[in-house]
Each structure stands twice: as structure tokens, then as C-alpha cells.
């Protein structure tokens, strides 16, 4: 092993990249519905690899940290600042109960159990199951004005008790939300969850898959007994959401406006909704083969800016909608889903009714996979001045530091792109890899920095560790369950998947809807995940300011 220690020592950056591709690789392995996911799996093989005395310059952690958060924020932010509402801040109210609940518990750990700084600041990360919290805690301590070996021990701490903490959290987390919480519901989340989802207007239709007949079709009609009616009537006399996108006559192609009155041996080309269509030959006439009728339907993805509004009030005369994103999740698409700023639809149409759509919506997702570094240096760089401002509580010094202040900057820089869509460009496949490659790379330079520490961490506080990730989530989850369905009345489906977002806990999410059979959970789910996801990091700051200072 002397030749693999000293080569790692001599090229720090070939241990890096082992310790990617190994985490990732052991992040796959799944245990029924557990997965420890890359990052996790990254810090367990840092942590190994660290034991060779290999380490990272602490400027790769810091550059790491600022463009993962700022890339999180960026994403969040059209997000975070839609939830400001009243529907938004209901489901908030779990996520602020998630923050204050681990903060004061840990407190009272680190009271009675006499915890340094960085073990305290672990367990509120592994338990909160964010990974965040462990860049602004390691952070955070770096500024108490510590001696320096007493700052890396501290720092180490952070990142050990957090592993531990992790896996067992995020277990909790997968088992409650999946299982625990509908048994004390005493409901059967499928069947929960698909009355819901008929409640709200939508179908049975499984995650993933593709109908083997499509909803949106098209055909050819030879007008017969909608001769003398106008084109607004005919699409009336139709059971469902259809258009006459072509007319022809004679070898001519009129343009099909409302008014046009159709004459006997016309041929429309229709395009709509297969329930529509499926008597259409009773209210036009005779269906027709005409290959060479070709109509051109284009199909845009564009982003909501307006404020929040039902799917039925964003539809329109030729306009289809076929699927509503929001984030990284697929939302059930019924005509009472919430659209709010920051989602992505899906619109199918005629050109000219599609760019009507995109400008009463909001705008189209750009097709450039150019990022714009002016915006995204200048980004970073406000994000890092304004962690460097400070305010004291009492004899308590607080301070965003980098992460938060990049944080904080990213949610306002990600806001004004999306109102703002001339500048700014930071294409979603571009943000995911500078927020996965950011983060990763911070765990693993922390990993391999915390391994001489994480031996004697793991004496002294072994059977602490995996009790404290288990209790602080059981605590905050039942906590939010009791007051989420007796206080705020909110759906039991949406509730669970509610509490899987305020842990920002994407296994827990996968594994409810896994259960549920459709994807209404992520209505709760995504809201508590954008505003835990800005709330949680900034608690690694607070909590190292009340115990350091």
C-alpha cells in the first residue's frame, strides 16, 4: 500500500476523483427501499481514504461550497419566493417546525451530554439529513477564532457525526413517511392517494409509463352534417377540448377562424383529446385518410411567471397541456393543480397558438446551453461579501458566512432570471452539475480532512450517534403530523409527502410515491423541500454561534 499512499499524497486531485466514482458507486447499493445516495457514499469512502493522510488545499472546500449553494439557491429561488403565499406558507409552517425542532434538540444534547461544536453541528445535519448544513456549520466554525487544531478537530467532528447520523436519519425518515406515518393516519395511502387524485381531476395513470393510445390526437373529417356551421360550433358540439386547425376546399385552404361557416364536402383536420374525437364523425361527418394533409403542432416547454393559478385557467382556444414540472419532479397534471412561478409546462398547439400561450404564461425554457458567467461570477461573488457581514448576539458573533451568504444571493439572482429571461442564462443540465459536482467535491475534500478524528469520535460518542439521528427525526416528523393533520387540515397523501420534503429527503419522497402509485405526495413535497432547503442550511450557523460563542 506504500506506492497507492504516497501517490495519493503527491497528487491530492487523483484521490478526489476516486473517492467520486467510488462514493457514487457505493451510494447505488439499495437495501430494500434505502439507498445511501452519492453523497453519503462519497463521505464513507473519504473518510477511508483520508486514513492515508491525504489531503485538500481547504480553498477546493470553500470554491466547492460557494457553487454548489449558490447553484441550489439559483434553483430554488423562483420557488422559494412562489411559496410566499398563503397556500405556500401552510404547508411552510412544517418546514419552520422542521428547523426550530432540530435546533432546539440539539441544544439540549449538547447541554446535558457536554458536545463540542462540530459533534453537535453533525447530528443536526445527519439528522436533518442535509447536507448543506455540514459546508455553513464547518464554515461557521472556522470563524470562532479557534486554535487551529482545535478548528480541524472540531471541523471533523462535523463530518463523522454526520455520516453516522446520516444513515440512520435518513432509514427513519424512509421507514416513517412511508409506513409509520398512514398506520397512524389509519389510512391505505394508495388508495388515499388515488381518491385525492380523482378529487382534483386526474387519472390512473402510472408514473413512468406512456399510453398505448395517446390523449392528444389528430384526424380528417369530410364535412357532411356540420355543413352550414361555423367552426366555433362545431368545436362546441365536441365532448371534449378539440380545434379545426385545417380547412379545405375545392384546393383551397381558408383560414379556419371561429366564423367560418363549413360547406358540405369540406375536409377539416381536427386535433384534440381522444374523448373529443371519438364522435366526431356523428358531428362533422365521415372520417378520411389524407396523408398528405399535414398539420404542424409544435411542441414548447415554458416556464410560469404569473402568479399561482389552477392548470384549468392557463388553458386555452388550441392549446394543449400535456405535463407540469416542477423542479425535478413531474406533478399530476388535473385541471385544480397549483401552477405557480418556476414550473415548467409542457404546451403542444399550432405555432401561432403556442407563442400566444408562451406569452400570457411566462416565456420559453431557451434552447442555449451556454451558461452566462458574468451573471453567475457576479452571483458568487455578492453571495461570499454578503457572508462576510456579522452581527452580534449579545457576545455571540453570527454570520451567514460564504454558504449562506451564496445562498441567499442565489435565491435572488435565480428569482430575477426568471422574470428577467434576456439575462442570466443557466441552463438546468448546467446548474444540476455545478450544484452535484459542488457538493461532492466539498464532502470530499471534508472527508478526508475529518479522517484522523473520526476513530476517537466514534469511541467516545458510538451509541449516542445513532439514537440522536433516530430521535431527531422521529421528533419534528410526529410533531408535524399531529399538528399538519388536526391544525391545518391538510390531506393526509399531501402531508406525508410534506414531511419528506421539510428533511429535503428525495429517498423518502421516491419511497411514498413508490407506495401512493402515483405522484399527488409531491404537491406537499415540493413546497416544504424548497423552503427547508434554504431554512436548514442556515441553521449550522446558528447553532455553532450559540454553542461556540
Not at 55 to 84: C, E, K, M, W, Y
Amino acid at each position: 500500500m506504500d506506492w497507492v499512499r504516497e501517490l495519493l499524497r503527491s497528487t491530492p486531485e487523483i484521490a478526489l476523483f476516486a473517492c467520486l466514482a467510488l462514493g457514487y458507486l457505493v451510494g447505488k447499493l439499495r437495501v430494500g427501499p434505502i439507498r445511501l445516495g452519492g453523497i453519503c457514499g462519497t463521505l464513507i469512502v473519504a473518510l477511508l481514504v483520508g486514513l492515508l493522510g491525504v489531503s485538500l488545499d481547504d480553498q477546493v472546500r470553500t470554491i466547492a461550497f460557494a457553487l454548489f449553494i449558490f447553484a441550489l439557491g439559483f434553483g430554488g429561488g423562483p420557488q422559494f419566493f412562489a411559496n410566499l403565499n398563503r397556500s405556500g406558507l401552510k404547508l411552510g409552517v412544517l418546514s419552520l417546525v422542521e428547523a426550530v425542532t432540530v435546533v432546539a434538540l440539539v441544544l439540549v444534547l449538547a447541554s446535558a451530554l457536554d458536545l463540542d461544536v462540530g459533534t453537535a453541528s453533525g447530528i443536526l445535519a445527519g439528522a436533518a439529513t442535509e447536507s448543506a448544513v455540514v459546508g455553513t456549520a464547518t464554515e461557521a466554525i472556522g470563524k470562532l477564532g479557534l486554535p487551529g487544531g482545535t478548528a480541524a478537530a472540531f471541523q471533523g467532528n462535523v463530518a463523522t457525526a454526520y455520516t453516522v447520523c446520516y444513515l440512520f436519519g435518513l432509514i427513519t425518515i424512509v421507514l416513517f413517511t412511508s409506513g409509520l406515518a398512514p398506520a397512524l393516519m389509519k389510512i391505505d395511502l394508495r388508495a388515499a392517494s388515488r381518491a385525492l387524485l380523482h378529487r382534483l381531476g386526474g387519472d390512473d395513470a402510472e408514473e413512468g409509463t406512456a399510453p398505448a393510445l395517446p390523449g392528444l390526437v389528430g384526424r380528417a373529417y369530410q364535412v357532411d352534417q356540420a355543413a352550414g356551421r361555423t367552426v366555433a360550433q362545431v368545436e362546441r358540439s365536441l365532448p371534449g377540448r378539440a380545434t379545426v386547425e385545417r380547412v379545405s376546399r375545392g384546393g383551397g385552404d381558408p383560414t379556419p377562424g371561429p366564423d367560418l361557416v363549413l360547406a358540405a364536402g369540406d375536409v377539416v383536420v381536427v386535433v384534440g383529446e381522444r374523448a373529443a374525437l371519438v364522435e366526431a364523425e356523428n358531428v362533422i361527418g365521415v372520417e378520411r385518410t389524407l396523408p398528405e394533409a399535414k398539420v404542424a403542432l409544435e411542441t414548447r416547454e415554458v416556464v410560469m411567471t404569473s402568479p399561482e393559478q389552477p392548470v384549468s385557467a392557463l388553458r386555452s382556444h388550441g392549446v394543449f397541456l400535456t405535463s407540469l414540472s416542477r423542479g425535478e419532479h413531474r406533478m399530476p397534471l388535473t385541471d385544480s393543480t397549483a401552477v405557480r412561478r418556476g414550473d415548467v409546462l409542457t404546451v403542444v398547439g399550432s405555432p401561432s397558438d403556442v407563442e400566444e400561450a408562451t406569452r400570457r404564461i411566462g416565456y420559453a425554457v431557451p434552447r442555449t446551453l451556454a451558461t452566462d458567467f458574468v451573471y453567475l461570477g457576479l452571483g458568487v461573488t455578492l453571495g461570499m461579501l454578503i457572508g462576510k457581514l456579522t452581527i452580534h448576539l449579545g457576545s455571540v458573533p453570527l454570520s451567514l458566512g460564504t454558504g449562506g451568504g451564496a445562498l441567499v444571493s442565489g435565491l435572488v439572482f435565480g428569482w430575477f432570471r426568471s422574470r428577467h429571461k434576456s439575462v442570466g442564462s443557466f441552463p438546468p443540465a448546467a446548474a444540476t452539475l455545478t450544484k452535484d459536482l459542488g457538493l461532492a467535491t466539498f464532502i470530499a475534500a471534508t472527508g478526508l480532512a475529518a479522517a484522523p478524528q473520526a476513530g476517537p469520535l466514534l469511541k467516545q460518542y458510538g451509541v449516542l450517534l445513532p439514537f440522536a439521528g433516530i430521535g431527531m427525526v422521529l421528533v419534528p416528523a410526529l410533531l408535524s403530523l399531529y399538528l399538519g393533520r388536526r391544525l391545518l387540515k391538510i390531506e393526509p397523501p399531501i402531508l406525508i409527502g410534506a414531511i419528506a420534503g421539510q428533511q429535503c429527503s428525495t429517498p423518502a419522497i421516491s419511497a411514498v410515491t413508490g407506495v401512493a402509485g402515483n405522484s399527488v405526495p409531491l404537491i406537499g413535497y415540493t413546497v416544504t423541500y424548497a423552503i427547508s432547503s434554504i431554512l436548514l442550511p442556515l441553521t449550522g450557523p446558528v447553532v455553532v454561534g450559540l454553542i461556540g460563542g
